[in-house]
């Protein structure tokens, strides 16, 4: 059986990467990692794809399953962006002990912005739970996925769960230098608006006349329009009072529409809008937060140019 890692002492916190190359393999290294953690009475999360959820449902329900908190993460981690927000709720809800978490962001099938997305996400588990008491595992198929997906998972994993070894990641950075890389320009038509101070209701009305022109049912129309106006409000207060806003179809598996908002804002909290607001705090990331629940997919780019963010809404 594959060790599994726990916290080594209070306030560490582990973050291994287990490479599973079948089910067997999957539910022998996930299925010891969370019998270890009821043995020894820790809470325990379960946020994988719902195929693989279901198989160590059935495994673990052999000798009592009871004490796991079980989440389709096809649904939670629709947008990465959201995931981080349940992982540190999650340890929040059991405070005092260690927690076990088990989340696989990336499986076969995400689209590519997707992919680079949960990698961010998986970076900044790094930075979110240090010096916290948890551990979090997170499988990889490293026969579906990319070699460059399982490559950038050796860079975000400060240790490795491979073939019954525990070791620790010799090509560990805390996140690839490449996360940043520049966003691909549309394929089609692409519509612009311009705004500046004072014209945040112009940007509201003209998104939402764009947007009756697509498939967009009028609750993701909505959505979206929302999103949309979050992004300008944050332009116009941090991003030196201008913006520009694009709007674009996809085709495809993916279809959908995209909102793009670029400012000369700056992102000095990585972690804004992935983790929960504090209802205290006067400032904080609760337009971005907003804007991650509303959205199927968010990219964002901090550059020196400054900030772009990219809103996906899927299409029926």
Request: hydrophobic letters at 40%; a neutral charge; glycine letters at 12%.
């Amino acid at each position: 059986m594959i060790p599994v890692p726990a916290p080594a002492g209070p306030g560490a916190f582990v973050h291994p990467a287990l490479f599973y190359r079948d089910l067997d393999e999957y539910v022998t290294g996930v299925g010891g990692f969370v019998r270890a953690a009821l043995a020894a009475d820790e809470p325990v999360l379960v946020a994988v794809p719902g195929p693989r959820l279901d198989a160590l449902r059935e495994s673990l329900a052999v000798g009592g399953g009871s004490g796991i908190t079980w989440t389709d993460m096809t649904e939670l981690g629709r947008n990465p962006g959201r995931i981080l927000a349940a992982l540190q709720d999650f340890a929040d809800r059991n405070p005092g002990r260690p927690a076990r978490i088990v989340g696989e962001p990336i499986w076969p099938g995400r689209s590519p912005a997707e992919v680079l997305e949960a990698t961010r996400h998986e970076a900044l588990i790094n930075t979110a739970f240090a010096g916290r008491p948890a551990t979090v595992l997170c499988p990889y198929d490293v026969v579906g996925l990319a070699p460059a997906v399982v490559r950038d998972a050796r860079r975000t994993h400060p240790t490795l769960m491979e073939r019954g070894r525990d070791v620790p990641s010799p090509g560990y950075t805390g996140a690839p230098a490449d996360l940043d890389r520049p966003l691909p320009e549309p394929g089609g038509p692409v519509a612009r608006l311009a705004y500046t101070h004072g014209g945040l209701a112009e940007v509201r009305e003209y998104a939402e006349g764009w947007g009756r022109r697509t498939g967009l049912t009028p609750a993701r129309r909505g959505d979206l329009i929302m999103a949309i106006s979050e992004a300008a409000a944050n332009s116009l207060s941090h991003g030196g009072g201008k913006g520009t806003l694009r709007l674009w179809t996809v085709d495809g598996p993916a279809a959908g529409v995209v909102a793009e908002i670029h400012d000369d804002g700056r992102l000095a909290d990585p972690l804004a809008g992935r983790r929960r607001p504090s209802l205290a705090s006067a400032h904080g990331g609760r337009g971005l937060w907003m804007i991650h629940q509303l959205c199927d997919l968010v990219e964002v780019r901090a550059t020196e140019s400054g900030l772009t963010l990219r809103l996906h809404v899927a299409t029926p």
